[in-house]
């Protein structure tokens, strides 16, 4: 059965022992009070004005109005190779805040780069949120701890309505990032079904997820297969007809690998009433011939190392193929930012269009392209071709067919190097495609 017009979730709240009697009707607003899921942080925000990325006139309260990055995705894996999470359930990528326009900006505030998630968490009555992470918001290199800062840095800080300023006087250091991961974890398991036999009592043993992606595709008869390949058509009719939306979908090859649920917000993302909308962009999969493979490899490797640093995990696409979303690795330490330097920074999200063997690639700043022998993205550069090779089980980029780059020095702090292609500075690296 199909949402109402808008998917209303509000309010942060904590799951405290009440539990509503009745359960809640479909196509309804879910009203999350005496039996919400997170310890509430108020605003003070109106959720009766405009969605984001639907005003009229210029909104001046950024505390109250989520702009310029109003244009909500809420990502989920399908990882099968190690595998992550319960074999029945996708699992949790991140929440991030693209601006109305589909570009977006990265890494807001590294003042802000909070480390050792699971006990800021902890120490902030969150256990129950990562209690759930740890189950459904896992790395597929098994590096939870580093995977969760990167999604916090990297998009968490971009947000207006999580600004320090915003919090309540008084506010534990990190409360917004702890406020982040509760409305993360609570946009994607809510307490909320299609369900209508289902009563909050008997969501306490299993809470069901908002936006189950694997159950509404498993009521269209669309199940993980070895032998099975769907059609792109059949994949967002069954979704949007069970969600009322249709959502973005990635491909790792021909295989299923990744969702994006859209979103506007109404208020603030402390309390605020989300409003679902049909994704604005196609995703990287093709029409025909799409795969949805059973989690039939290894488990991701277990393991939260606390306090590292700000490098993301992620994997080398499998088979070669070319991820839609990239991280752009350096082999020695760290990574390439929007403008296309090498940085230990968290690095950015490029977005590669093409194949292995001929693509290009942007970031929230422009295209990226090599002149006079140096990379660089931006407004003005005209973009390059490159191409991708894979060696040692990595998937390494290649300019002019070489996958040499090299710098005047390797980079620390808050430092960047620009980086060169071919060997003819004094630090040699090559940069591997980690999907994003």
Not at 256 to 278: C, M, P, R
Not at 307 to 325: E, I, R
Not at 336 to 343: E, I, K, V, Y
Request: proline letters at 6%; charged letters at 10%.
């Amino acid at each position: 059965m199909a949402f109402s017009a808008a998917l209303l979730v509000a309010g942060l709240g904590s799951m405290a022992s009440t539990v509503l009697a009745s359960p809640f009707q479909i196509g309804s607003p879910v009203a999350l009070s005496p039996a919400d899921l997170f310890k509430r942080v108020s605003s003070g925000c109106s959720t009766s004005g405009p969605a984001s990325c639907h005003n009229t006139t210029k909104e001046t309260d950024s505390c109250c109005f989520e702009s310029p990055g109003g244009l909500l995705l809420q990502t989920q894996f399908w990882d099968t190779d190690p595998s992550t999470g319960p074999s029945d359930s996708w699992t949790i990528h991140g929440l991030w805040p693209d601006n109305c326009d589909g570009t977006f900006t990265e890494n807001c505030d590294p003042s802000r780069a909070y480390t050792d998630i699971s006990s800021l968490l902890t120490a902030q009555g969150s256990a129950d949120t990562l209690a759930y992470m740890q189950e459904f918001w896992v790395d597929i290199n098994g590096q939870n701890e580093q995977f969760w800062e990167h999604e916090w840095e990297t998009h968490g800080t971009c947000y207006s309505t999580l600004e320090t300023s915003c919090l309540p006087s008084g506010s534990p250091k990190g409360a917004e990032a702890v406020a982040f991961f509760n409305l993360v974890v609570k946009l994607f398991k809510a307490s909320t079904s299609r369900l209508p036999s289902l009563t909050c009592r008997m969501m306490a043993h299993r809470v069901q997820q908002t936006l189950p992606t694997y159950t509404w595709l498993a009521n269209a008869g669309i199940t993980p297969s070895s032998s099975k390949t769907f059609t792109l058509a059949q994949i967002t009719s069954a979704l949007k007809t069970a969600s009322g939306f249709t959502p973005s979908l990635d491909c790792d090859g021909k295989n299923l690998n990744q969702i994006s649920w859209y979103f506007n917000i109404k208020g603030s993302l402390f309390d605020g009433t989300f409003v679902a909308i049909d994704a604005p962009e196609k995703g990287s999969c093709a029409t025909t011939g799409l795969k949805y493979p059973p989690k039939s490899g290894s488990p991701a490797p277990t393991g939260t190392s606390s306090g590292g640093g700000s490098t993301p995990t992620g994997t080398p696409p499998s088979n070669g193929s070319l991820p839609s979303k990239a991280n752009l690795l350096a082999s020695s330490a760290g990574g390439l930012l929007t403008g296309g330097t090498w940085s230990t920074q968290s690095p950015a999200t490029f977005t590669l269009s093409g194949s292995t063997s001929s693509f290009t690639m942007s970031t929230s700043k422009g295209n990226c392209g090599v002149s006079g022998g140096t990379l660089s993205c931006g407004s003005g550069v005209s973009a390059s071709t490159f191409s991708a090779q894979t060696s040692g089980g990595n998937l390494l980029l290649a300019s002019g067919g070489s996958t040499a780059f090299t710098s005047d020095s390797a980079p620390s702090g808050s430092t960047q190097e620009t980086v060169f292609t071919g060997s003819g500075h004094s630090t040699d690296f090559t940069i591997s495609i980690v999907s994003a």
